[in-house]
């Protein structure tokens, strides 16, 4: 029989066709669907499925099945060869002794078990190319930085069946507050009970810290593995560095077997590699005049392009309040079939140490004194009240999630004696945010340094209106300010070694605040923490 198949990954849309195919129950088709550990391959003719796999944990194979017409032709056999394309390790299965030969005869070791079934082994072979975790980072940092097309991406997850899909996820975009809210929205879904993967930038420790589940960083092992099984491929198509690190997140996730994956894009919205995901909920935090080389200089121009994460029928939810933004988020919400949920902030709010508010029945306190939070945290709420159906979770969980929530570098208190309070205000809107909540304090001194593509005069011109003792510095980064150019004519002190600027700071007898750049922010942390 000369016919060509088709083949792709199931998804939640294909339940109805495999229950007819495999004549099983609705429920426990679907409950295999659902179960984030499996991956299943669907074989078609035309728009029949005609064979089925199951992958579990993209390390065992759980269940294949050939309609009887077909059990003579290639697709068991290319049903197992794509499966193979997802595994970087050793593969298993069980088989009877009718199927044992086509196993034997795809390099497959076979085990007697006393039980009579026959267990099934493979090593997909790899070249060897990376050692360790560095290597592989070098590799990564060498490829490109940014691309002006997905084209690439998207043709790669495309020829790899977009795994991506296999996922539920929720993409928060924005200028500032993304990763908060990401923070928030994880910590409840935590605290309720599930296994939440997340993809954040940049790194606040090292660069194992984007790609996290429940916490935990992905371990070094796990990127040399991918990274010698996939290096051919990303080469091919001339991923970029931020690419190849989107795609080990969705397979890493997919692997961990996540219930939910939270994706923050990392620049923009139309052309940034995580718009390669298929989210049931879109975020906008707010909008900003940063990135305007690549972006736009208008609000306007931004919200378009951080509109670029809306799809087709998939509701587009903001804390954006200007008409200009909201004019562009209706009407790309109207092209794509989709529609925009406005959320509103507490309108009674009690700062301190910490804050507290209520808000949509639930009684909320922040571990924080950073007012930008506020708005951060009620717009994780609205997003896991819309989530709620599929992901059900107790009132206390959101309000424990809230409390427990701690999102490193964000208004962060870094030491006592001196107190030390480090924050990621890097771009104009988020100086001002900083602001709203650093004049609470008195006796102030500040280290400052940014990215040279930022408006760092309006930044300093805020800062001085807290403080008169501000020190400018720099840090090695391609894209830094140089102190000096920081510092213009402002009446502020230069030190050009950062680390000189901040051990002066702890002889000052009031707060220190540590803010700008997120990337110096990080660089601080690690060295204060060092002490």
């Given at each position: 029989m000369n016919e060509n198949f088709e083949y792709k990954i199931a998804t939640k849309e294909d339940i109805d066709a495999i229950v007819q195919f495999l004549a099983k129950d609705y429920y426990e088709t679907s409950r295999a669907l659902k179960d984030p550990c499996k991956m299943i391959f669907l074989a078609y003719s035309g728009e029949v499925i005609i064979g089925i796999l199951e992958l579990l944990d993209l390390s065992n194979i759980s269940f294949v099945y050939v309609s009887e017409d077909y059990q003579d032709t290639l697709v068991q056999e290319e049903l197992l060869e794509?499966?193979?394309?997802?595994?970087?390790?050793?593969?298993?299965?069980?088989?009877?002794?009718?199927?044992?030969?086509?196993?034997?005869?795809?390099?497959?070791?076979?085990?007697?078990?006393?039980?009579?079934?026959?267990?099934?082994?493979?090593?997909?072979?790899?070249?060897?190319?990376?050692?360790?975790?560095?290597?592989?980072?070098?590799?990564?940092?060498?490829?490109?930085?940014?691309?002006?097309?997905?084209?690439?991406?998207?043709?790669?997850?495309?020829?790899?069946?977009?795994?991506?899909?296999?996922?539920?996820?929720?993409?928060?975009?924005?200028?500032?507050?993304?990763?908060?809210?990401?923070?928030?929205?994880?910590?409840?879904?935590?605290?309720?009970?599930?296994?939440?993967?997340?993809?954040?930038?940049?790194?606040?420790?090292?660069?194992?810290?984007?790609?996290?589940?429940?916490?935990?960083p992905i371990d070094e092992a796990t990127i040399v593995r991918y990274a010698n099984r996939y290096m051919d491929d990303w080469m091919a198509y001339e991923l970029s560095k931020f690419e190849i690190e989107v795609f080990i997140a969705v397979m890493y996730f997919i692997e961990q077997g996540v219930d939910i994956a939270l994706f923050e894009v990392g620049l923009g919205g139309t052309l940034d590699a995580t718009n390669i995901i298929s989210p049931i909920l879109t975020v906008n935090t707010n909008i900003g005049l940063d990135h305007i080389n690549f972006l736009g200089n208008t609000y306007a121009s931004i919200a378009r392009s951080k509109a670029g994460i809306i799809k087709r029928g998939i509701p587009y939810m903001t804390a954006e309040r200007r008409p200009e933004c909201l004019d562009v988020f209706y009407e790309e919400a109207h092209k794509h079939h989709s529609y925009v949920i406005e959320i509103r902030k507490p309108k009674r709010v009690y700062y301190g140490a910490s804050i507290s508010y209520d808000y949509h029945g639930y009684h909320i306190s922040l571990s924080t004194s950073a007012h930008y939070q506020v708005t951060n945290s009620a717009l994780a709420i609205n997003i896991l009240e819309y989530i709620r159906k599929e992901f059900p979770f107790k009132d206390a969980d959101l309000e424990k999630g809230m409390h427990d929530a701690v999102w490193e570098g964000r208004f962060e208190t870094i030491h006592q004696n001196p107190l030390i309070i480090l924050d990621g205000a890097h771009n104009r809107e988020g100086m001002d945010a900083f602001f709203e909540s650093a004049r609470d304090f008195s006796d102030i001194k500040i280290i400052f340094s940014a990215l040279g593509d930022k408006d760092t005069h309006h930044m300093l011109e805020t800062l001085l209106s807290l403080s008169k003792d501000i020190t400018v510095t720099q840090f090695d980064h391609p894209r830094r300010a140089t102190a000096k150019a920081l510092a213009e004519d402002f009446p502020v002190k230069i030190d050009e070694d950062w680390k000189h600027a901040v051990d002066e700071a702890y002889s000052h007898k009031g707060v220190v605040f540590i803010t700008g750049s997120l990337y110096f922010i990080s660089k601080v942390r690690q060295y204060i923490l060092s002490k």
């Amino acid at each position: 029989m000369n016919e060509n198949f088709e083949y792709k990954i199931a998804t939640k849309e294909d339940i109805d066709a495999i229950v007819q195919f495999l004549a099983k129950d609705y429920y426990e088709t679907s409950r295999a669907l659902k179960d984030p550990c499996k991956m299943i391959f669907l074989a078609y003719s035309g728009e029949v499925i005609i064979g089925i796999l199951e992958l579990l944990d993209l390390s065992n194979i759980s269940f294949v099945y050939v309609s009887e017409d077909y059990q003579d032709t290639l697709v068991q056999e290319e049903l197992l060869e794509l499966a193979e394309r997802f595994v970087t390790k050793e593969l298993t299965a069980y088989t009877d002794e009718e199927h044992l030969s086509f196993f034997k005869q795809h390099d497959y070791s076979v085990d007697v078990e006393s039980n009579g079934r026959y267990l099934l082994k493979k090593t997909i072979p790899v070249l060897p190319r990376f050692r360790d975790y560095d290597q592989v980072l070098a590799f990564i940092e060498a490829q490109k930085d940014r691309v002006y097309s997905l084209t690439n991406f998207k043709n790669f997850m495309y020829d790899f069946y977009d795994p991506q899909t296999k996922l539920t996820c929720v993409h928060i975009g924005g200028t500032n507050g993304k990763g908060s809210t990401t923070n928030y929205t994880k910590e409840v879904l935590k605290c309720a009970g599930y296994e939440v993967g997340t993809f954040t930038s940049p790194a606040l420790v090292n660069r194992l810290d984007i790609i996290r589940v429940n916490d935990k960083p992905i371990d070094e092992a796990t990127i040399v593995r991918y990274a010698n099984r996939y290096m051919d491929d990303w080469m091919a198509y001339e991923l970029s560095k931020f690419e190849i690190e989107v795609f080990i997140a969705v397979m890493y996730f997919i692997e961990q077997g996540v219930d939910i994956a939270l994706f923050e894009v990392g620049l923009g919205g139309t052309l940034d590699a995580t718009n390669i995901i298929s989210p049931i909920l879109t975020v906008n935090t707010n909008i900003g005049l940063d990135h305007i080389n690549f972006l736009g200089n208008t609000y306007a121009s931004i919200a378009r392009s951080k509109a670029g994460i809306i799809k087709r029928g998939i509701p587009y939810m903001t804390a954006e309040r200007r008409p200009e933004c909201l004019d562009v988020f209706y009407e790309e919400a109207h092209k794509h079939h989709s529609y925009v949920i406005e959320i509103r902030k507490p309108k009674r709010v009690y700062y301190g140490a910490s804050i507290s508010y209520d808000y949509h029945g639930y009684h909320i306190s922040l571990s924080t004194s950073a007012h930008y939070q506020v708005t951060n945290s009620a717009l994780a709420i609205n997003i896991l009240e819309y989530i709620r159906k599929e992901f059900p979770f107790k009132d206390a969980d959101l309000e424990k999630g809230m409390h427990d929530a701690v999102w490193e570098g964000r208004f962060e208190t870094i030491h006592q004696n001196p107190l030390i309070i480090l924050d990621g205000a890097h771009n104009r809107e988020g100086m001002d945010a900083f602001f709203e909540s650093a004049r609470d304090f008195s006796d102030i001194k500040i280290i400052f340094s940014a990215l040279g593509d930022k408006d760092t005069h309006h930044m300093l011109e805020t800062l001085l209106s807290l403080s008169k003792d501000i020190t400018v510095t720099q840090f090695d980064h391609p894209r830094r300010a140089t102190a000096k150019a920081l510092a213009e004519d402002f009446p502020v002190k230069i030190d050009e070694d950062w680390k000189h600027a901040v051990d002066e700071a702890y002889s000052h007898k009031g707060v220190v605040f540590i803010t700008g750049s997120l990337y110096f922010i990080s660089k601080v942390r690690q060295y204060i923490l060092s002490k």
